[in-house]
């Protein structure tokens, strides 16, 4: 048998439970740090102020992460509608503000079907996405002015839990590259008086549910 191929890491695939505040490559160092592994990668990023499924995969098994990146993802949250901050999301201070007193049922329902099926998006400025070889987070931090160009996404289904205004409850179900935030901004902009999002809980990727995942604290006892 040969010596080296005894070595070969098989891979392993972890759902985790990522925590608030932790940025999704903070959870990637540490099993990376605390399982001693040599190759490691998440299967699709989540915003420090998201809870919710990571994927992570190890050894051979990364080899699956654009398998997972690709599936459809489904999402719990809260927006809050008459208040707009840079990021879309409590990242940033609030901005703006407007009344939204006014907004009806009917209007709240006419923006999520304006937001459903096939539509074009543009990602946040505050995000990974990049622009001439640099992450747009950067240069929005550094106060630089930039454009980001619409892509397509699908919203499988946008989904009214609860409503208590200036609070919108929902549940999406979207493909892959589809950002919360920004239908958080569009969301706000159908209704005229602006929104973000305030809290979001990834809660399936695919067939892998958050139900069945650990927090860092279940994985990390030995």
């Known amino acids: 048998m040969d010596s080296n191929a005894a070595t070969v890491d098989p891979g ?107 539509i074009l998006q543009i990602p946040p400025i505050y995000s990974a996405v990049k622009v001439g070889g640099k992450r747009a987070y950067k240069s929005a931090r550094a106060g630089e002015s930039i454009e980001l160009k619409p892509k397509p996404v699908h919203v499988k289904k946008f989904e009214l839990t609860d409503i208590k205004l200036p609070e919108v409850y929902f549940r999406i179900v979207c493909s892959k590259g589809t950002y919360i935030r920004s239908l958080a901004r569009d969301f706000g902009q159908s209704l005229g008086v602006g929104a973000h999002l305030t809290a979001l809980r990834r809660k399936r990727i695919g067939n892998f549910h958050v139900d069945d995942a650990k927090t860092l604290e279940e994985l990390l006892v030995k």
């Open 12 to 118: 392993k695939i972890w759902l985790v439970d990522k925590p608030l505040r932790w940025t999704s490559f903070d959870v990637v160092k540490k099993l990376r740090y605390h399982f001693k592994l040599k190759k490691i990668g998440h299967a699709g990023t989540l915003d420090p102020l998201a809870t919710g499924l990571l994927i992570l995969c190890s050894g051979k098994k990364t080899k699956e992460i654009d398998t997972y990146q690709g599936m459809e993802k489904e999402y719990t949250g809260v927006f809050k509608v008459g208040q707009t901050t840079p990021s879309f999301d409590l990242e940033t201070d609030v901005d703006s503000e407007k009344d939204y007193h006014h907004i009806t049922l009917e209007r709240i329902q006419g923006a999520v079907s304006e937001l459903s099926g096939e």
